[in-house]
Every structure is written in structure tokens, then in C-alpha cells.
């Protein structure tokens, strides 16, 4: 059964900081990582998605990786902004399977 | 940009009533999914839907949920006799089949008293 989780919870960071969230996962066999945004009482916006044959996929000031070997996927914030603000999700998807099994979150403050 | 569009964004019910959750997805997607998100907890996957079927459902999907794609376009849950413990974040989600990303609707806020 696959669990995800993610570190830390929460993070609170100046304006401008680079910044990594980090997803862990238990069961190697997986087809895809999402990496989601959410914000307060709304919904799921995607930000990146890795597929198993990739290792890392870049969209403006993010960049997320997967490394299946050692069950972990990063998600990197440059300069981050106050925008950023958030809570964080990752998501996997087994082989085989179409669920998206979801993290904790780690909930992002960026102060000005 | 297309999008997942779903509605009421907020319903309230009475403990015992069925309640019907409505999505529209992107239009040249193929699977169709439900979640829902307790206050404070995980995302949780309820079922997903591919050429009429279920295709997967997890164990919260019991008999007292059903969906259906009752024309071209929509996409709804319903569950027949609402707990307190119903009570969550409704996501509607739906993917083209081929990278198997999903896009997700704003989500339904469903009370029950």
C-alpha cells in the first residue's frame, strides 16, 4: 500500500529565499508524481507532473525531481514570492493503479 | 484554458438526505475521478470512472455512493443517506489518458447537520 508523506508541515521563509519541499513515498512502483497547490478553501491546482521515465521537470521559477530508487521527490521554490503562500501536495500514482495517493502537505508562508 | 468546473460550491443537508455533488470535466478527457478531503486531513481517493464504469473504487466508497455520466458532459456523485461524517471537501478530477495527469475542479463544501 502506497503512503506518502511529506516534510516539514510547515515552513515560513522571507521573501526571496530558495526553497526545497520534500515528498517521500513507500512503494517504488510508481507511475507518476503530481506536485499540487492549494489554497485556503479552494481547490487543487497542478504544478508539475513527473512521469517514471523522467527524473525532474522544470516550469518557471519550479523545479521538481523524482528519484523512484530511494522513494523521494523534491520541489524546489526559487526566489520564492509572498504569491507563493500555500499548502504544498504531492501525489503519486502506482503502476497499474489510476488514484492519486496524496501527502500531508507542507503548508508555506512567504513573508515580505 | 479548460477547466474542471463543479457545482453547488457549498451544500448543506440534513443527516439522512441524499445529496447529489455535479462536475463538468475538461471535455476530451477520458477518466473521470472523485476525492474528498476531510477538515485538517489527507486528500482521499473515492473512485475513478472510464468509458461508463467504475474502474476503481477505494473502501469509503461503500453502497451508500454511486456515479454516474448521465449525458456527454456531466459527471455526479451522489450519496444516498449522508453521515456527519460525510462532511468534507468534495474534488471532482479528470485526465486525457495519456500522461495521466489530473486536473481538479474547486471543489464542493458539503455540510451535513
Not at chain 1, 95 to 108: A, S
Not at chain 2, 40 to 55: A, R, T
Amino acid at each position: 500500500k502506497q503512503e506518502v508523506t511529506q516534510i516539514p508541515a510547515a515552513l515560513s521563509v522571507p521573501e526571496g529565499e530558495n526553497l526545497v519541499l520534500n515528498c517521500s513515498f513507500t512503494d517504488s512502483a510508481i507511475y507518476n508524481l503530481q506536485w499540487f497547490r492549494q489554497d485556503p478553501g479552494k481547490g487543487l491546482t497542478s504544478l508539475l507532473l513527473i512521469q517514471s521515465s523522467q527524473r525532474e521537470q522544470t516550469s518557471g521559477r519550479l523545479n521538481a525531481s523524482l528519484d523512484k530508487s530511494s522513494g523521494r521527490s523534491t520541489l524546489y521554490i526559487a526566489a520564492s514570492q509572498p504569491g507563493d503562500s500555500a499548502t504544498y501536495l504531492c501525489a503519486g500514482v502506482n503502476t497499474g493503479f489510476q488514484k492519486l495517493v496524496f501527502g500531508t502537505g507542507t503548508r508555506l508562508l512567504v513573508s515580505p | 484554458e479548460p477547466e474542471v468546473t463543479q457545482t453547488p460550491s457549498h451544500q448543506v443537508t440534513q443527516m439522512g438526505q441524499e445529496v447529489i455533488l455535479r462536475c463538468v470535466p475538461i471535455s476530451n478527457h477520458l477518466y473521470f475521478y472523485w476525492y474528498r478531503q476531510i477538515l485538517g486531513q489527507k486528500v482521499e481517493f473515492l473512485v475513478s470512472f472510464y468509458n461508463n464504469e467504475i474502474s476503481e473504487k477505494s473502501e469509503i466508497f461503500d453502497d451508500q455512493f454511486s456515479v454516474e455520466r448521465p449525458d456527454g458532459s456531466n459527471f455526479t456523485l451522489k450519496i444516498r443517506s449522508t453521515k456527519l461524517e460525510d462532511s468534507a471537501m468534495y474534488f471532482c478530477a479528470s485526465d486525457r489518458g495519456l500522461t495521466y495527469e489530473q486536473y481538479f475542479g474547486p471543489g464542493t463544501r458539503l455540510t451535513v447537520t
